[in-house]
Nanobody
Framework: QVQLVESGGGLVQAGGSLRLSCAVS????????MGWFRQAPGNEREAVAG????????YYSDSVKGRFTISRDNAKNTVYLQMNNLKPEDTAVYYC????????????????????WGQGTQVTVSS
């Protein structure tokens, strides 16, 4: 059974930084592309970033490009999201997700391409 557990969320002032972590168990982590999504109150969940199973390519939404960095550590079965220069509009619950198939490139902004999700971690950015 696949488990994804996010951590690292919290309250930060605008301009600050946070690093989210997502620990994955029950799956051969290195074989799966991973994604980060977020959902703000009253909004639909949106894709934020993604990383290919090989680690050789990444995806970022326009709203976070240049501020967020996704990375993975296959030895620790963990994917990270480094968030810098945070803005109040980044306030949301952040979820990590695993791609549906091994050795496969999902469309990172298509939720149906991800079949396992964490419980989410709250990020709040104050102005």
């Amino acid at each position: 059974q696949v488990q994804l557990v996010e951590s690292g969320g919290g309250l930060v002032q605008a301009g600050g930084s946070l690093r989210l972590s997502c620990a994955v168990s029950g799956r051969t982590f290195a074989s799966y592309s991973m994604g980060w999504f977020r959902q703000a109150p009253g909004n639909e969940r949106e894709a934020v970033a993604g990383i290919h199973w090989s680690g050789k390519s990444t995806y970022y939404s326009d709203s976070v490009k240049g501020r967020f960095t996704i990375s993975r550590d296959n030895a620790k079965n963990t994917v990270y999201l480094q968030m810098n220069n945070l803005k109040p509009e980044d306030t949301a619950v952040y979820y990590c997700a695993a791609g549906r198939y091994p050795y496969w490139s999902p469309t990172y902004n298509r939720e149906s391409d991800f079949d396992s999700w964490g419980q989410g971690t709250q990020v709040t950015v104050s102005s």
